[in-house]
C-alpha cells in the first residue's frame, strides 16, 4: 500500500475544462498557490473551439452585422430577458466580463485571436454563422466582417464530410446583411485515400510533414480571382504546436480559417491541449484523477494516490459530459452532494431532484429545457446554495456548466460563462474577503 | 375513373394490400399523410410471431399469424432473424405452491399446443428447461427460478417490412404518394367516388378518382370515416416499447408487469426492446408520446425477472396506437385481435372498406382477404395472389456478408447490417462505392450506415423527407441519437433531392425532433449524456442569427 502523497494548497480546483482552468490561472495570477485536480480532459475538448458569450436576444433577424453589440451588452440584455441565467444572477459583477476576457485571451496567447469591440461571424459547416466573442487564430479569418474579398469554401476532394457547395450557398445569404460574396471550390490536396477518414484521423493526416504543406499549395492552385479568405473544414491538426493552420495558410498565400463545427472538433481539441500548457506555464500543479471522499474545503480529499487539503476550493465539473451534475432516477451533484436546483424556464428554482424527466423537459426541443439547463444554484458571489437559499459551505465556489440556470452545450452562453465565473470564482478563492 | 382502387394509409396493410393489388393487375394510388409504417405498424413489436397469446381466444388468429410468418419468411429472408422465448416459471412464495405448479403445468401444455403451429412457420419445438439449464442459458435472471419453457419467434424490421412492400407495390405499377394526405372520401349517389387529397410538403391540393375506397389509416380512420360520413368502430389502444442500448438478454424473457399482464424483453437486432403497455386511448393519433409512468412500468416490469434491466440505458420510449376491434366492456388485453372489414353502403358509401384490427404477422393475408373483396367490388373476376411467393425487393437472395466484405472496402459487420435492411440490394448499394469510394464512409457506427446506403435509400425508397431515413435506415434512432450521422445524411439527402440550404436545416431540424420526442421521458444517466452532446452539436443548425 502506497501511502499518498500529501498536498497543500489555498485554492483547490476541481475539473480542468474552461472554468477550471480560468479559476486556477485567476487565483494563481492572485498571488495563490492552487492544485487542479481532474478526472479527463474537459468537455471544453468537445466545443467548437471559438468562444460565444452572448447571442444578443434582441437583434433584429436581418439587421447588418455590423449592428452587432459587443459582448458585455449583449450580455447584459440577455441577463434582463432571461433571470435564471447566471449572467443575471450575478448582478454587478457582470460588468467584470470585459475583464475576464481579456484574461482568458492573454492566458491562451498563441491560441485566441485578440478580440475585437464586437463578435467575429463565424461560418458553421450548417452554413450558418454565429457570433463568437472569443475564436482562435485559425478561424478569426473567416469573420464574415473581415474578409477582403470573395470567401471561398473549400471542400477537399475525396471527402463527405463537408459540403462546401452548400455551406457556400447558404453564406451567401449573409450578403444582404454586410457579409462577402462567396464561393466553392475542391480542392485535391493529394493525400491519397481520405474518403473514410474521420476528422481526427484527417487532422493526424494533415500534421505529417508537407501534407499542410500539399493542401495550402492545392488551395492556390484552385482559388478564383478576387478571393480575399478561405474556409475550410476544422481539420487542421490535433495539436497546436503542429501549426497546421499556419503552414496551410503560409502555402496557400492567402489567409485560412476553419469552420466552426460539430463533434468532434479538432479546434476544440486544440483549445483543450492550450488550457493544458495555460496551466503548466502559470506553475499550477495539476493532478490527475477522480477525487474521492470529498466533504468540503478545509478537510483533505483524495484523488489518485495524492491528498490535497485546500482551504478554498473551486468546483468546475460541468454539467452532464464533465459529470459535474449526474442524473440516476434523481438529479445530484456527486462531489459534494450539493442540491440540484437551479434551471432555467418554468421549472427553475423547484426541488429539481426527484422530478421525472418528462416533467423537466418540454415537448418542442429547441426552447429552454430545465432538464438540459440544471445544475448548481448560486449567488452573485458563485457561492453554491443549499437548500434553504445559504451558502452551503465555507470557501466553497463554483464555475462553469456545473452553475444551473443555462444550457451551456447549445445556447451560445457556454464557454462565455465559463470564463467569466471561473475568473471570478478564482479571484475570489486567492483572496477571501478581499474586495469580495 | 382514375384508378380502379385508392388505399389510404401506408401501413403494413395498406402497402400490403397496394402490392397485392398491382400485382393482380389493378391500377391503385396510395396515400400516406406521413411515410410507411409511421402508426401502429413501425411500432408494433416489429415481430413476425405466431400468436401464441391468442391461442385461447381467438385460435384462428394464432394458424393465421403462424401460416403467414412462414410465408413472409420465403419472401424476405433477409429481413427476419430467429426470437428464441424463454417463458420462466416463477413463484411469488418460497417454495412452489399448488397453485405454482399447476400454473406451470398449463405453461407446458399450452406451449405444447403452440407447438403444432411451429411447422407452418419454420419454428422449432418448445423445450422444458430445468433451473440449472435455465441459468446457463440466461445468467441475468433473479434467483430462485424453477425452470422454464422454450418457444421460438421471429423478429422483423417492421418499418422496412412496409416499405418493400410499397417498392414492390410500385415495382408493379402502383402510384405512391407518401406525405399526401387523404382529407375526405368522396361518394356520390350511394357509391364512393374518390378522394380528395393533399400533399403536406408541397401544399398541392387535388382529387383522385376510383371507384373503390380503401381506408387502412389504422388508429386515424374514424375521424376520417367522421369526416366522409361514415363510422368505423375501434378501440385503439397504446402500446409503448423501450429501447435498450444493448442485450440485456440472450433470449426473449416471457414476464409479469406489476397488474400480471404479460410482457416481454427481448434481443432485437443489436439492442433490447421491454414492452409493451396496453391502455385505450382517447387522444389525438397524431400527438402521441410514451409517458414517464408507463416508463416506469415497464421498467419495473422488466427487472422484476431481469434485474440488470433496472440499470440499463434506455435509448428510446416510443409507441403506436392499435386499431382493437371495439367492444364496451373488456379490459384492453381481452380485446380480440382479428381483424374486421367494414363496408361502407351501409352509410351510403358503397365501395368503402375500413380495416379494424389485425396482426403485423398476418398483413399479407389481410391483405389477400381485402384485394379479393376489391375484386369483387369492382366486378373483376378472380385472380390468384402470388405475394405469397413472389419475394420482396431484395428478398430473392441473402448474400453473404463476409463475402461481400472482401470484395469491397467495408468491414463485415457494416456489410451484414446492409445485408440484414437489404438482401440481395445489398450488392447494388456497394455497387456505389466503385462510381465514388467516398460513399464508403460509415456514417453510423452505432447502426452501421454507410454513406452509399443513405444514397441508395433516398433514389430508389421513395424519401421525401429526411426523417424518412429513420425508417428505411435507421439513422438517428440509435444511442447516439444522430451525433455523427444527421448533418453528413442531410447535406447527401440535400443534394440528392436538390435542397436548399434552409431546407437541409429545416429536415435537420424535424429529424432531431423526432428523436427529441421519443427519448424525452427517459433521460437519464449515459443517454442524458448522450442528449447534451447532440444539442451541442445541432446548436449552430438552429442558429436564428
Keep these: ?198 476528422p481526427h484521423e484527417l487532422a493526424r493526416r494533415l500534421e505529417q510533414p508537407g501534407a499542410a504543406e500539399a493542401l495550402g499549395a492545392a488551395i492556390r492552385a484552385a482559388l478564383p480571382a478576387g478571393a480575399g479568405a478561405v474556409l475550410v473544414a476544422p481539420v487542421l491538426g490535433l495539436r497546436p504546436e503542429a501549426q497546421v493552420p499556419e503552414r496551410v495558410a503560409g502555402a496557400a498565400g492567402i489567409a485560412v480559417a476553419e469552420l466552426l463545427a460539430d463533434v468532434p472538433s479538432m479546434p476544440g481539441v486544440r483549445l ?49 459530459v464533465g459529470g459535474g451534475i449526474a442524473r440516476r432516477g434523481t438529479l445530484r451533484e456527486p462531489a459534494l452532494g450539493l442540491p440540484v436546483q437551479a434551471a432555467e424556464g418554468r421549472e427553475a428554482g423547484v426541488d429539481l431532484a426527484a422530478r421525472p424527466a418528462a416533467s423537466l423537459t418540454g415537448a418542442a426541443r429547441v426552447g429552454p429545457q430545465p432538464l438540459l439547463s440544471a445544475g448548481l444554484r448560486v449567488d452573485a458571489r458563485l457561492r453554491p446554495l443549499d437548500a434553504r437559499g445559504r451558502p452551503a459551505a465555507e470557501g466553497l465556489h463554483a464555475a462553469g456548466a456545473v452553475v444551473g440556470g443555462h444550457e451551456h452545450a447549445s445556447d451560445g452562453t457556454g464557454l462565455g460563462v465559463a470564463i467569466l465565473t471561473g475568473y471570478l470564482a478564482g479571484r475570489a478563492a486567492a483572496r477571501p474577503g478581499g474586495g469580495e | 375513373m382514375d384508378y380502379d382502387v385508392i388505399i389510404l394509409g401506408g401501413g403494413v396493410n395498406g402497402t400490403g394490400t397496394a402490392r397485392d393489388c398491382a400485382m393482380r393487375g389493378l391500377r391503385v ?50 429481413l427476419l432473424f430467429r426470437i428464441p422465448f424463454l417463458m420462466p416459471f416463477t413463484s411469488r412464495a418460497e417454495g412452489a405452491t399448488l397453485r405454482d405448479r399447476a400454473a406451470w403445468y398449463a405453461t407446458e401444455v399450452y406451449v405444447g399446443t403452440y407447438d403444432l403451429f411451429q411447422p407452418l412457420k419454420h419454428g422449432k419445438p418448445s423445450t422444458r428447461l430445468s433451473a440449472e439449464e435455465l441459468y446457463r442459458l440466461e445468467p441475468g435472471l433473479r434467483p430462485g427460478l424453477r425452470g422454464a419453457v422454450t418457444l421460438d419467434e421471429w423478429g ?84 409503448v416499447h423501450l429501447t435498450l442500448d444493448r442485450r440485456y438478454s440472450n433470449y426473449g424473457v416471457i414476464l409479469s408487469a406489476v397488474d400480471g399482464r404479460q410482457m416481454f424483453v427481448m434481443p432485437h437486432e443489436d439492442e433490447s426492446i421491454v414492452g409493451t403497455t396496453d391502455d385505450d386511448y382517447y387522444g389525438d393519433p397524431d400527438d402521441v408520446e410514451a409517458t414517464n409512468d408507463e416508463v416506469e412500468y415497464l421498467v419495473e ?129 456497394l455497387r456505389l462505392l466503385e462510381e465514388d469510394p467516398r460513399l464508403g464512409l460509415v456514417l453510423c457506427r452505432d447502426e452501421g450506415i454507410l454513406a452509399a446506403e443513405v444514397v441508395h435509400c433516398v433514389r430508389h425508397e421513395q424519401v421525401r423527407r429526411l426523417q424518412d431515413l429513420r425508417r428505411r435506415c435507421r439513422l438517428a434512432v440509435g444511442a447516439c441519437a444522430g451525433l455523427d450521422c444527421a448533418r453528413v445524411a442531410a447535406q447527401l439527402a440535400g443534394r440528392e433531392l436538390g435542397w436548399s440550404p434552409e431546407q437541409v436545416r429545416a429536415e435537420l431540424a424535424d429529424l432531431l425532433d423526432a428523436g427529441w420526442r421519443e427519448r424525452r421521458p427517459i433521460l437519464d444517466g449515459a443517454q442524458l449524456v448522450q442528449e447534451e452532446l447532440v444539442r451541442g452539436a445541432h446548436a449552430a443548425a438552429g442558429a436564428p442569427w
Aim: proline share 7%; net charge positive; aromatic share 4%.
Design chain 2, 156 to 239: 422483423i424490421d417492421a418499418f422496412r417490412l412496409c416499405a418493400l412492400n410499397a417498392l414492390s407495390a410500385r415495382a408493379h405499377g402502383a402510384e405512391l404518394r407518401t406525405w399526401t394526405a387523404g382529407r375526405e372520401i368522396l361518394a356520390e349517389g350511394g357509391r364512393v367516388r374518390g378522394v380528395r387529397f393533399r400533399d403536406a410538403l408541397t401544399g398541392e391540393e387535388g382529387e383522385a378518382r376510383a371507384p373503390v375506397v380503401f381506408n387502412a389509416t389504422g388508429a386515424w380512420s374514424p375521424a376520417l370515416a367522421r369526416r366522409s360520413g361514415a363510422a368505423v368502430p375501434m378501440r385503439p389502444g397504446k402500446g
Design chain 1, 272 to 320: 483543450q491541449a492550450a488550457l493544458e500548457a495555460a496551466l503548466a506555464a502559470a506553475g499550477v500543479e495539476v493532478v490527475q484523477g477522480a477525487i474521492q471522499g470529498a466533504t468540503g474545503p478545509g478537510a483533505p480529499i483524495a484523488a489518485g494516490a495524492t491528498e490535497i487539503t485546500a482551504a478554498r476550493w473551486v468546483l468546475a465539473t460541468g454539467r452532464f
Design chain 2, 29 to 78: 394510388l396510395l396515400l400516406e399523410k406521413a411515410d410507411f409504417g409511421v402508426g401502429a405498424s413501425g411500432n408494433s413489436s416489429g415481430m413476425i410471431h405466431g400468436g401464441i397469446r391468442y391461442m385461447l381466444s381467438d385460435r384462428h388468429v394464432t394458424a393465421l399469424a403462424c401460416r403467414d410468418s412462414g410465408y413472409i419468411q420465403r419472401i424476405a429472408p433477409h
Design chain 1, 1 to 198: 500500500m502506497v501511502s499518498p502523497r500529501a498536498v497543500a494548497a489555498e485554492v483547490l480546483v476541481v475539473g480542468g475544462g474552461m472554468a477550471g482552468t480560468i479559476a486556477a490561472l485567476a487565483a494563481r495570477e492572485a498571488g495563490a498557490r492552487v492544485v487542479l485536480v481532474r478526472r479527463a480532459p474537459g468537455a471544453t475538448a468537445l466545443s467548437s473551439g471559438a468562444v460565444g458569450v452572448a447571442p444578443d436576444p434582441f437583434a433584429l433577424p436581418g439587421e447588418p452585422l455590423r449592428a452587432a453589440r459587443g459582448p458585455l451588452e449583449a450580455a447584459r440584455r440577455l441577463a434582463r430577458l432571461r433571470p435564471d441565467h447566471p449572467y443575471a444572477v450575478l448582478g454587478d459583477r457582470l460588468e467584470a466580463l470585459p475583464d475576464a476576457l481579456a484574461f482568458a485571451t492573454r492566458a491562451l496567447a498563441p491560441l485566441l485571436a485578440p478580440p475585437l469591440e464586437r463578435p467575429r461571424f463565424l461560418a458553421t459547416s450548417f452554413g450558418t454563422a454565429v457570433p463568437a466573442a472569443l475564436c482562435q487564430r485559425s478561424q478569426a479569418a473567416g469573420d464574415l466582417l473581415a474578409v477582403g474579398g470573395a470567401l471561398v469554401v473549400a471542400g477537399l476532394a475525396g471527402h463527405l464530410g463537408l459540403d462546401a457547395a452548400l455551406v457556400a450557398a447558404s453564406l451567401e445569404r449573409y450578403r444582404a446583411r454586410g457579409g462577402p460574396p462567396t464561393f466553392a471550390v475542391e480542392v485535391d490536396a493529394g493525400l491519397g485515400e481520405l474518403g473514410l477518414l474521420r
Design chain 2, 301 to 429: 416490469g422488466a427487472a422484476s425477472l431481469l434485474p440488470g434491466v433496472r440499470n440499463a440505458r434506455i435509448t428510446r420510449a416510443w409507441c403506436g396506437l392499435r386499431t382493437t376491434i371495439y367492444a364496451y366492456g373488456p379490459n384492453e388485453d381481452a380485446l380480440s385481435r382479428e381483424h374486421q372489414l367494414h363496408d361502407g353502403a351501409a352509410f351510403g358509401r358503397a365501395g368503402l372498406l375500413s380495416l379494424v384490427g389485425g396482426k403485423l404477422a398476418s398483413y399479407r393475408a389481410q391483405s389477400q382477404e381485402v384485394t379479393d373483396r376489391i375484386l369483387a367490388l369492382l366486378g373483376r373476376a378472380p385472380v390468384p395472389c402470388r405475394t405469397h411467393e413472389e419475394p420482396l425487393p431484395g428478398g430473392d437472395e441473402v448474400p453473404d456478408p463476409a463475402a461481400l466484405a472482401r470484395a469491397h472496402p467495408v468491414a463485415a459487420p457494416i456489410a451484414a447490417r446492409l445485408v440484414y435492411r437489404h438482401g440481395g440490394r445489398a450488392r447494388e448499394i
